[in-house]
T-cell receptor, first 116, second 115 residues
Framework: KNQVEQSPQSLIILEGKNCTLQ??????????LRWYKQDTGRGPVSLTI?????NTKSNGRYTATLDADTKQSSLHITASQLSDSASYIC???????????????FGGGTRVLVKP | DTEVTQTPKHLVMGMTNKKSLKCEQH?????MYWYKQKAKKPPELMFV???????INESVPSRFSPECPNSSLLNLHLHALQPEDSALYLC??????????????FGPGTRLTVL
């Protein structure tokens, strides 16, 4: 069964500090892995997307890594800001065929709270 | 324009009402999706339309009826819902170009409350 597991479930950090979120997956066949940021009651917003050949991808203060051999990914947030408070969701995709669209397997998310 | 729009933002309905959720994108994407998301849970896939045809129905109850009038629009018709159907309903779309970089773009969601 395809699964995506994230840790920790929740995290509290002080403004200005760094943090790292983890994602392990067993999805196969693998197409890509994305990290989304979701504010409460809002739709997810894509932060990074990586294919199996990419090891790292940055988007401002967000840096994602991928180890396709161990099926692990991490999202590092640098110099956290209050606006970083949100849920961060790891999503792994495999393609069912062009006509059927992507099939996404969502992790449970990590809820990050940045305190002043 | 990399935006998926959804209306309404909030909806409160009774169990006997009929209502519709609307989703629109103008990115030329050929796949559109409906997801249901309960609080503190990841989104659950409901339906997928590809090239304006329903390609996936994840065993969703018939009280939810999707419709894709054209390549830019996706509706979700609601009838005789239950209180447990209260959730955030998300629409998403992607290009369907077949590449590994193909990303789903999500709309802001409709917060549905069934009384």
């Amino acid at each position: 069964k395809n699964q995506v597991e994230q840790s920790p479930q929740s995290l509290i950090i002080l403004e200005g500090k760094n943090c790292t979120l983890q994602c392990n997956y067993t999805v196969s066949p693998f197409s890509n892995l994305r990290w989304y940021k979701q504010d409460t009651g809002r739709g997810p917003v894509s932060l990074t997307i990586m294919t199996f050949s990419e090891n790292t991808k940055s988007n401002g203060r967000y840096t994602a890594t991928l180890d396709a051999d161990t099926k692990q990914s991490s999202l590092h947030i640098t110099a956290s800001q209050l606006s970083d408070s949100a849920s961060y969701i790891c999503v792994v995709s495999f393609q069912r065929g062009k006509a059927a669209g992507n099939k996404l397997t969502f992790g449970g998310g990590t809820r990050v709270l940045v305190k002043p | 324009d990399t935006e998926v729009t959804q209306t309404p933002k909030h909806l409160v309905m009774g169990m006997t009402n009929k209502k519709s959720l609307k989703c629109e994108q103008h990115m030329g994407h050929r796949a559109m999706y409906w997801y249901k998301q309960k609080a503190k849970k990841p989104p659950e896939l409901m339906f997928v339309y590809s090239y304006e045809k329903l390609s996936i129905n994840e065993s969703v109850p018939s009280r939810f009826s999707p419709e894709c009038p054209n390549s830019s629009l996706l509706n979700l018709h609601l009838h005789a819902l239950q209180p447990e159907d209260s959730a955030l309903y998300l629409c998403a779309s992607n290009e369907l170009a077949g590449g590994h970089q193909d990303t789903q773009y999500f709309g802001p969601g409709t917060r549905l409350t069934v009384l």
